[in-house]
């Protein structure tokens, strides 16, 4: 089992910055990947942005790439998304989420992801 937490959440003005942390507990390895996913109101889950533990590969969606950076602490057992110039769009619950590497990195299908933080909510004001 592997125990998930976040934190980081809150309320920003568009334009602006917040760094999401989540903290794994529990029998997590380097065959793990570590990832974010968020769902907006009325919204199904998407995929943010994942992060390899046994060598660091990255994987963005193609809306966050450049805007979003995912990294890493495998001593620490943490994954951080740090999120700059945001906009109302993203708006959401952020979850973070561990996978087994070969069943996710390929699809990076929510479904096929074990353990899910309980989110921490992101507001962007216009």
């Known amino acids: 089992q592997v125990q998930l937490a976040e934190s980081g959440g809150g309320l920003v003005q568009a334009g602006g910055s917040l760094r999401l942390s989540c903290a794994a507990s529990?029998?997590?390895?380097?065959?793990?990947?570590m990832a974010w996913f968020r769902q907006a109101p009325g919204r199904e889950r998407e995929f943010v942005a994942a992060?390899?533990?046994?060598?660091?590969?990255?994987q963005y969606a193609d809306s966050m790439e450049g805007r979003f950076t995912i990294s890493s602490d495998n001593a620490k057992n943490t994954v951080d998304l740090q999120m700059n110039n945001l906009q109302p769009a993203d708006t959401a619950v952020y979850y973070c989420?561990?996978?087994?590497?070969?069943?996710?990195?390929?699809?990076?299908?929510?479904?096929?992801?074990?353990?899910w933080g309980q989110g921490t909510r992101v507001t962007v004001s216009s």
């Open positions: 992060i390899s533990r046994s060598v660091g590969s990255t």
């Open positions: 989420a561990v996978g087994l590497a070969l069943k996710v990195w390929r699809s990076l299908d929510d479904r096929e992801f074990d353990y």
């Open positions: 529990g029998r997590i390895t380097y065959t793990h990947v």
